[in-house]
């Protein structure tokens, strides 16, 4: 329609218009006629029109040009102050040069920044405004459509970054430009994991080494990496113009707030113990107690873990989830990067205990233990207590009482197993859901819209027939009648474009808001993967590095068909996922350790591991009470030297990473060249100035006088004279 609309607001009167009060339609009545003055008083353009449904609105906003001239200057100006690499001389540029994100962020700062750091303070869930649902802006399907088509015929290099960084703001370029990185460099794991794979050496101390300096390697690299993005996009220190939430409560001391982050510790301590405790039941009764069951429904109990899991992980951490939103809300974080920081880590501690605690029992447990447990459960369940002798006659007979086959019940192959699964089949899930679920759900919410749409034209012609034999109908079927047709007649008002473009909003209004958590968090739970088991299953990179080729074209694909478009915003870097990624590389440093050290064929450890560790707990037989206590030892050891080793290597990486790509980079030369060139420019301007203030003539004090006699003080000296009288006087 060629219509410029900065922003969407959906406006909610009630979640079920059918129990709407006139109390609610009286306030939601005065809420909008607030929204739509505050918006039109701050020189912004703002018109409503009907939503997908009865009581749903949306409020279309425009911002002209000369007020958003001023907000560029505005920006530009406090950039510069708070040291951002801005040109403050372009505050005055044209704003009709401004790329869409930026323009739509400006407008959306505008609107939802509190009236503290100059906005409207029209922020979803603050009281005063709890009938906006949210603020939204519309996808530019031309762009989309260039994007994904580009996106996977070419290939994808800064322009392309940059293209994105001024459609969509520098947080989704930033995670695009990480995915890309990401996955350009595992292409160093992928061929070391193959070759040690097709070698047939599984826990190879050199491929677990290699393995950890890539991973270490990388992760230093884009420390540095995101900086110089940063620089390129112009947002280096944009952490330092942030404004305030809109929930922030103002005069909250910082050591209150502190005191209420490390209050929250014991919370999700108390959490991750009951999902441990939750996942290692599900783990044991899978690994031991459905290897002894041989009767009825077998086949449905070896299924029951993969239920027990589906039905309780997904919900507790559901709970856990609204805890944790309510626990950092109660922080009372200043910035949204902070409060985001917050509620990331909260989360994302608990999802990598599911991700990773299932490979931590096979590996240290069921493999190194799994037969002397096995026939623990089996003594257990089938053995009398009292007289130690088995009760034959007492037994269940689909029950596999032979401790002798307890061996042959476990798969040695578990920990391959799992990783296949979590590397290639949650991968492939992981892709449906996201990509092909979507699709699914909208064709059967369109059905089911249908299927409505139908039966109420059916009872529509019902209740007119019914009244047409009738003289004189009721008052309220009279009316019922009078407002679905009104409501009808609005329905059908608009016609061709403007329709078109109503429906084309209507259905981007119905999409779910995109979250870079979830992108973000598949991406560390993958490196996780890479850098901690791989060298269980030396695949696992190979595996990774064809998802993330389909991953970098899927995660567009899903941004822009089924999810709204998100709001730009400024950052310069990807926030706590860089300090994730640096613990999952220390953890990688213990675990590949251990493995290496427990499993790797050359040694005979792990077979008389278990009858080390009986004697550590046996007191009559020291010699292997010494053993035991040797082999835990040196454990320890290796696990303290592997975690000394880290930091060493951390602290070299980042030294010479910070040397060879930081101080050798073309970006940072340029702003260098830049900053002095722009600090030149002013201090000239500066002068200027200055000496057009002092080229009239001024008066002369009386202290310059007396000084201006005295200008023959300095033209004599009196000391080689004085000295040659004192010669003489000698």
């Known amino acids: 329609m060629g219509l410029q609309v900065d922003l969407v607001i959906t406006f909610r009167t009630s979640t079920n218009a059918k129990r709407l009060t006139k109390d609610d339609v009286r306030k939601a009545e005065e809420q909008y006629a607030r929204l739509i003055k505050t918006l039109k008083k701050a020189g912004l353009q703002a018109v409503g029109r009907r939503g997908e449904s009865l009581g749903d609105l949306l409020v279309f906003v425009n911002c002209p040009e000369q007020v958003l ?84 015929k070419e290939k994808v290099d800064s322009s392309a970054i940059e293209s994105l960084r001024q459609q969509f703001g520098e947080s989704v370029a930033l995670y695009f430009a990480f995915l890309k990185a990401y996955s350009h460099a595992l292409v160093v794991p992928a061929a070391l994991g193959a070759a040690f794979y097709v070698a047939g050496e599984s826990y190879s101390p050199l491929y677990s080494t290699l393995i950890l300096i890539w991973a270490v390697g990388f992760t230093e690299w884009w420390r540095v990496k995101e900086k110089i993005i940063s620089l390129r996009f112009g947002s280096r220190g944009s952490f330092r113009v942030e404004r305030r939430r809109a929930q922030y409560n103002p005069g909250f001391p910082w050591w209150k707030r502190e005191m209420r982050i490390l209050a929250s510790l014991p919370l999700i301590t108390l959490y991750a113990l009951v999902l441990v405790a939750l996942l290692t039941g599900i783990f044991v009764f899978e690994a031991f107690v459905t290897h002894l069951y041989q009767g009825p429904g077998q086949k449905i109990l070896s299924l029951s873990p993969t239920i027990l899991f589906t039905l309780l992980v997904p919900t507790f951490l559901g709970y856990y989830k609204k805890a944790a939103v309510r626990t950092t809300v109660w922080e009372n974080h200043a910035h949204q990067s902070s409060h985001t ?122 209740e007119s027939t019914s009244l047409s034999g009738r ?105 706590p996922w860089l300090e994730a990624l640096s613990f999952l590389c220390w953890l990688g440093a213990l675990t590949n350790s251990a493995l290496v050290y427990l499993f790797h064929p050359a040694s005979d450890r792990t077979a008389h591991l ?84 002092t080229t009239s003539p001024q008066p002369r004090t009386p202290v310059e006088e007396d000084l201006g006699a005295l200008k023959d003080f300095w033209e004599h000296d009196d000391g080689l004279e004085e000295i040659n009288r004192l010669s003489k006087e000698a």
Not at 83 to 109: E, F, K, W, Y
Not at 401 to 423: C, I, V, W, Y
């Open 341 to 462: 920081a917050s509620l990331t880590l909260k989360i994302f501690a608990l999802s990598s205990l599911v991700a990773y605690l299932g490979l931590v029992l096979s590996a240290f447990v069921y493999v190194p233990f799994g037969e002397e447990i096995m026939q623990i459960v089996q003594v257990l369940l089938f053995h009398d207590q009292r007289g130690g002798k088995e009760a034959a006659s007492e037994e269940p007979s689909f029950w596999n009482a032979d401790t002798a086959a307890a061996k042959e019940k476990l798969n040695p192959g578990r920990l391959s197993d799992q990783m296949f699964a979590f590397t290639v089949t949650n991968q492939v899930v992981n892709t449906f859901l996201e990509v092909g679920l979507p699709f699914v759900m909208r064709r059967v919410a369109e059905f089911r819209n249908r299927k409505k749409d139908d039966s109420k034209k059916d009872d529509a012609k019902t």
């Open 69 to 152: 001239t001023s907000l560029v200057r505005r920006e530009r100006h406090s950039d510069f102050v708070s040291g951002l690499p801005t040109n403050p001389t372009s505050a005055t540029a044209d704003a009709r040069q401004l790329c869409p994100a930026d323009r739509i962020r400006i407008v959306h700062a505008y609107i939802a920044s509190t009236q503290a750091d100059g906005g409207l303070g029209i922020n979803p869930g603050m009281p005063e405004w709890d009938k906006v649902d949210s603020v939204m802006t519309l996808h530019d399907p031309d762009f989309n459509e260039r994007w994904i088509t580009s996106w996977t």
């Open 471 to 575: 003289t004189s109908p009721s008052i309220a079927s009279t009316s019922s009648i009078r407002k679905k047709v009104v409501f009808d007649d609005e329905r059908e008002k608009g016609a061709g474009e403007e329709r078109e473009f109503l429906d084309i909003v209507r259905k981007q209004a119905a999409l779910p808001e995109y979250d870079l958590f979830t992108d973000y968090s598949e991406m560390a739970t993958q490196f996780g993967y890479v850098v901690m088991w791989s060298t269980i299953w030396p695949l696992a990179p190979v595996m990774a590095c064809i998802n993330n080729f389909f991953e970098l074209r899927s995660d567009a694909f899903k941004m822009t068909v089924h999810h709204r478009r998100p709001i730009p915003e400024r950052t310069d870097t990807i926030g």
């Open 610 to 693: 278990w009858a080390s560790v009986e004697g550590f707990f046996t007191v009559s037989e020291g010699a292997q009470a010494a053993t035991a206590h040797g082999l835990l030892t040196t454990a320890v050891i290796i696990a303290l030297v592997a975690s000394h080793a880290y930091v060493l290597g951390c602290t070299v990486v980042r030294h010479i990473v910070e040397r060879v790509v930081w101080h050798g980079s073309r970006e940072v030369k340029e702003w260098e060249r830049e900053e002095r060139e722009m600090k030149a420019r002013l201090l000239q301007a500066e002068l200027r100035v200055s000496g057009a203030e």
